[in-house]
């Protein structure tokens, strides 16, 4: 069992930044997966970034390319994802994913609310 703890999130203006965190349990984080999630009102979930446990490759949503960078403290259990450019459009809900390898598991935090206002 893994558990997820997100952080950071907030109201901002337009062109403003934020840094979400999320705290994962277990002792073999560096073979999680690790991912972020949103879902806006009345929309489904979607992906939103990724980091790959065995070489750090990032992935990215296309409307978030170049804006948001993905990262992770394997020391500390943790993984962020810096939000810069911050539109109304990502208003959200974010949630931390982790998928450990090899064990079929996914992991989901609780979220954390992110609004942005014009």
């Known amino acids: 069992q893994v558990q997820l703890v997100e952080s950071g999130g907030g109201l901002v203006q337009a062109g403003d930044s934020l840094r979400l965190s999320c705290a994962a349990s277990?002792?073999?984080?560096?073979?999680?997966?690790m991912g972020w999630y949103r879902q806006a009102p009345g929309k489904e979930r979607e992906f939103v970034a990724s980091?790959?446990?065995?070489?750090?490759?990032?992935y990215y949503a296309d409307s978030v390319k170049g804006r948001f960078t993905i990262s992770r403290d394997n020391a500390k259990n943790t993984v962020s994802l810096l939000m810069n450019s911050l539109e109304v459009e990502d208003t959200a809900i974010y949630y931390c994913?982790?998928?450990?390898?090899?064990?079929?598991?996914?992991?989901w935090g609780q979220g954390t609310q992110v609004t942005v206002s014009s």
């Open positions: 277990g002792r073999a984080f560096s073979l999680y997966d």
């Open positions: 994913n982790a998928e450990p390898h090899g064990t079929g598991g996914d992991y």
């Open positions: 980091i790959s446990w065995r070489d750090g490759t990032t």
